[in-house]
């Protein structure tokens, strides 16, 4: 097996097929050679054109004359003729050159020969003979690359894929390059994130914020137990119903704190005096609406109003809990402001702030990090496919086997 770096085996495989086609190469640079050599005696003979005495033709058409010559030399030196490096592709330029020098010699002869055509037969004519040659070497040159070539062509073309291998192998190193740049910003993500949850961790282990979410949690457990002592809204809602549809008609009834009522129940009952005059008197209306059948609530629903209004009037139970839910928030107001005092809020506050940043930055530097991985991943095994296929490609071109080492700086 041979083993060749991709950097230099363009110039193996070239050497390699240039060997191989060497029978077929040879004839091809002897129809080159022989172009080349009509192409030296074009210009020759332009300057054959140009030896004419100047009296014998005024100095308009030797001017005309002069223009005639440097046009088609121009043509002429801007054809590429390849020399040692000759393929199908700069042959076929050379043959699409010639081309279009026939058609310019033709264009630029239809326009000047007529100044000074007398003066010059012997030129026109031996002019005439060359582009002949050239012609008749150029429609050889066309048919051996159409009949002889093709096997060389597909050899050649091999090299073509080439610059996609090339292509593929930056686009790795570019991409691994962005990886581990997108893998170091992670990681300072990750280590800065790990710090501030350290440091909140710490923060929140302050007796203030202990004590504080002690207070939080009673109050919060306080007020499950006094909805759950006045989870009695169906009713009332049915009575603020009748009463705004005007079916109920009850003296001394206050139809706003009914409505504030049902909003919020904990805020408006902890708003009044300790002995809750106006729930009080509204739940005995509602009783006795009850009582009376006003609601048209279902008898089980009915009943068990009632029960539940009779009990906070027996057991006071009510008003001890909002007592107990006042002094609960007095207590997270002082220990607010201990927190606020001591600078602890502002510190959770800018800490948490930080966190939330860097929480954003973090997955902004995951999804770089997975989307270049990506990229990543899908180049080498883009790069794999290829250099499989390519490899077996030039093993059928050359009859051996064939190993392409692909050598990444990183």
Same mark, same amino acid.
């Given at each position: 097996?041979?083993?060749?770096?991709?950097?230099?085996?363009?110039?193996?495989?070239?050497?390699?097929?240039?060997?191989?086609?060497?029978?077929?190469?040879?004839?091809?640079?002897?129809?080159?050679?022989?172009?080349?050599?009509?192409?030296?005696?074009?210009?020759?003979?332009?300057?054959?054109?140009?030896?004419?005495?100047?009296?014998?033709?005024?100095?308009?058409?030797?001017?005309?004359?002069?223009?005639?010559?440097?046009?088609?030399?121009?043509?002429?030196?801007?054809?590429?003729?390849?020399?040692?490096?000759?393929?199908?592709?700069?042959? =076929? !330029?050379?043959?699409?050159?010639? #081309?279009?020098?026939?058609?310019?010699?033709? %264009?630029?002869?239809? &326009?000047? /020969? *007529? $100044?000074?055509?007398?003066?010059?037969?012997?030129?026109?004519?031996?002019?005439?003979?060359?582009?002949?040659?050239?012609?008749?070497?150029?429609?050889? =040159? !066309?048919?051996?690359?159409?009949? #002889?070539?093709?096997?060389?062509?597909?050899? %050649?073309?091999?090299? &073509?894929? /080439? *610059? $996609?291998?090339?292509?593929?192998?930056?686009?790795?190193?570019?991409?691994?390059?962005?990886?581990?740049?997108?893998?170091?910003?992670?990681?300072?993500?990750?280590?800065?994130?790990?710090?501030?949850?350290?440091?909140?961790?710490?923060?929140?282990?302050?007796?203030?914020?202990?004590?504080?979410?002690?207070?939080?949690?009673?109050?919060?457990?306080?007020?499950?137990?006094?909805?759950?002592?006045?989870?009695?809204?169906?009713?009332?809602?049915?009575?603020?119903?009748?009463?705004?549809?005007?079916?109920?008609?009850?003296?001394?009834?206050?139809?706003?704190?009914?409505?504030?009522?049902?909003?919020?129940?904990?805020?408006?009952?902890?708003?009044?005096?300790?002995?809750?005059?106006?729930?009080?008197?509204?739940?005995?209306?509602?009783?006795?609406?009850?009582?009376?059948?006003?609601?048209?609530?279902?008898?089980?629903?009915?009943?068990?109003?009632?029960?539940?209004?009779?009990?906070?009037?027996?057991?006071?139970?009510?008003?001890?809990?909002?007592?107990?839910?006042?002094?609960?928030?007095?207590?997270?107001?002082?220990?607010?402001?201990?927190?606020?005092?001591?600078?602890?809020?502002?510190?959770?506050?800018?800490?948490?702030?930080?966190?939330?940043?860097?929480?954003?930055?973090?997955?902004?530097?995951?999804?770089?990090?997975?989307?270049?991985?990506?990229?990543?991943?899908?180049?080498?095994?883009?790069?794999?496919?290829?250099?499989?296929?390519?490899?077996?490609?030039?093993?059928?071109?050359?009859?051996?086997?064939?190993?392409?080492?692909?050598?990444?700086?990183?």
């Amino acid at each position: 097996m041979i083993e060749k770096n991709l950097e230099d085996f363009e110039e193996f495989y070239t050497e390699k097929i240039n060997n191989i086609f060497s029978k077929i190469k040879k004839v091809l640079k002897k129809l080159i050679l022989e172009i080349r050599e009509n192409l030296i005696e074009i210009k020759v003979c332009l300057d054959h054109f140009l030896e004419i005495e100047e009296g014998k033709i005024d100095q308009k058409a030797q001017k005309s004359l002069h223009f005639f010559s440097d046009r088609i030399r121009k043509e002429i030196d801007e054809i590429e003729v390849p020399e040692e490096d000759i393929t199908y592709d700069n042959t =076929l !330029d050379l043959l699409n050159s010639i #081309k279009r020098l026939f058609t310019s010699i033709n %264009e630029i002869a239809r &326009k000047s /020969l *007529p $100044k000074f055509q007398k003066e010059v037969q012997p030129q026109i004519k031996e002019l005439n003979y060359i582009t002949r040659k050239l012609g008749k070497n150029q429609a050889n =040159l !066309d048919e051996f690359m159409r009949k #002889k070539y093709n096997e060389v062509k597909e050899a %050649e073309y091999l090299l &073509k894929k /080439l *610059p $996609k291998l090339f292509s593929l192998k930056e686009n790795i190193e570019h991409a691994k390059a962005d990886l581990d740049q997108f893998e170091i910003e992670l990681e300072e993500r990750e280590k800065k994130q790990d710090e501030l949850n350290t440091q909140l961790l710490k923060l929140e282990k302050n007796n203030l914020f202990k004590d504080l979410e002690v207070e939080k949690d009673k109050l919060f457990k306080l007020q499950m137990k006094i909805n759950d002592e006045i989870g009695f809204k169906k009713a009332l809602k049915k009575f603020k119903f009748e009463l705004e549809k005007g079916n109920l008609h009850i003296t001394n009834i206050d139809l706003n704190y009914l409505r504030d009522f049902l909003k919020n129940p904990i805020k408006i009952l902890a708003s009044e005096r300790k002995d809750l005059p106006k729930f009080t008197s509204l739940m005995v209306q509602v009783r006795h609406v009850l009582e009376e059948n006003k609601l048209n609530l279902k008898t089980d629903t009915k009943q068990k109003t009632i029960e539940h209004i009779n009990a906070i009037f027996d057991e006071k139970i009510l008003q001890t809990n909002i007592e107990e839910y006042l002094q609960l928030k007095e207590q997270i107001k002082s220990i607010e402001e201990q927190i606020q005092t001591a600078g602890l809020a502002e510190k959770l506050d800018r800490l948490k702030n930080d966190i939330s940043n860097n929480t954003i930055k973090l997955e902004h530097a995951q999804n770089d990090y997975a989307r270049k991985n990506k990229d990543y991943t899908r180049y080498l095994n883009s790069l794999k496919n290829e250099r499989e296929e390519f490899q077996t490609l030039v093993e059928d071109k050359i009859g051996e086997q064939i190993k392409l080492n692909i050598v990444f700086t990183f």
